[in-house]
């Protein structure tokens, strides 16, 4: 029954990938029943709208009076998050939700941290009319890249003579960040095969991560971010919080569900060295403090030093390549 679970989620990932233009690349030599698949090494990308959505990803022009760019709080130098507890929204003020990473943000199944967006589009444009984000709309943002001669140019490459459409826009924003992936992690090496990409300590942390049960949640290719789960299932996480915040109520909040209350979108564990603090709260600051804390409440058991120090530095060998050009084959 392990297999055929595995087998349905290589399948499951696999037209997920599909649905952006991906291919899976899973893992060979005698590693075929891994629950963790490594990220493809080539994606298949639209070089023009790629640059373009760069562009737009990094103007403040996204957003009211030009005051708050994508990139302000998904920083690529920072493992695409921002390293802050909360991030500043255009006000200045802290936003109410801790930024999760932009890298490989295509390999999830749904995003937020409340997976209240089924798709990027649906992401894009609550961003862009969220108060604390874009706090801006369709029309004046079209108004704004129409009267731009660069955007005008831009887009009438690769569309032609027409207004620019929102259409558009969404589409080149969504390229780029379907090639936001980071390749090549030294674990993905391992599971191609590389019996010495990684460290005997770090093989013991990734066994230590199947036996104590990490790897139920947390598989696929961005190992997690393809499911729902409680946070604080064998105890109270919120016990040493000041106090509960709309928040913290997860996808109850999307499904008015009881039963949804303080369920999160699993977090991706790609390159999570980087892009801490950690959880939907930004209330954790360190790997140590994020693996013991996962043990207690999500598993129900206490780790020792040892067995917590092999598992981050499996972690951190999920760190991989941040995008470049090789990675990339132009799509004509």
Known sequence: MVLIGEFMLRIG??????????????????????????????????????????????????????????????????????????????????????????????????????????????????????????????????????????YADAFQKIYGRQKIQRLWVEEVMIEYQKSMTTPNASFDRYLRGDSQAVSETAKRGYRLFKKYGCIACHQGINVGGNMFQKIGIFGNYFKNRDEINPTDYGRFNVSGLEEDKFVFRVPGLRNVELTAPYFHDGHTRTLEEAVELMARHQLGREINEQDRDAIIAFLKTLTGEIPVKAFYVWRP
């Not at 698949?37 to 022009?61: C, H, N, Q, R």
């Not at 930024?99 to 961003?127: C, D, M």
Request: net charge negative; hydrophobic share 40%.
């Open 13 to 150: 990932l696999s037209l997920l990938l599909s649905c952006y233009g991906l291919s899976a690349v899973f893992a060979v030599d005698g590693m075929m029943s891994e629950p963790i698949s490594p990220i493809p090494l080539t994606i298949t990308v639209d070089a023009e709208k790629i640059a373009l959505g760069k562009k737009l990803f990094e103007d403040p022009i996204f957003s009211k009076d030009n005051k708050l760019a994508c990139s302000d709080c998904h920083n690529l130098e920072k493992g695409g998050a921002d390293n802050r507890f909360r991030s500043l929204t255009n006000s200045g003020d802290l936003d109410i939700i801790n930024t999760p990473t932009i890298y490989n943000v295509a390999f999830n199944i749904r995003f937020g941290w409340a997976g209240q967006f089924k798709t990027l589009a649906e992401q894009l444009n609550s961003s862009l009319h969220n108060p604390r984000h874009g706090n801006s709309n369709w029309e004046a943002l079209l108004a704004k890249l129409q009267d731009s001669a660069d």
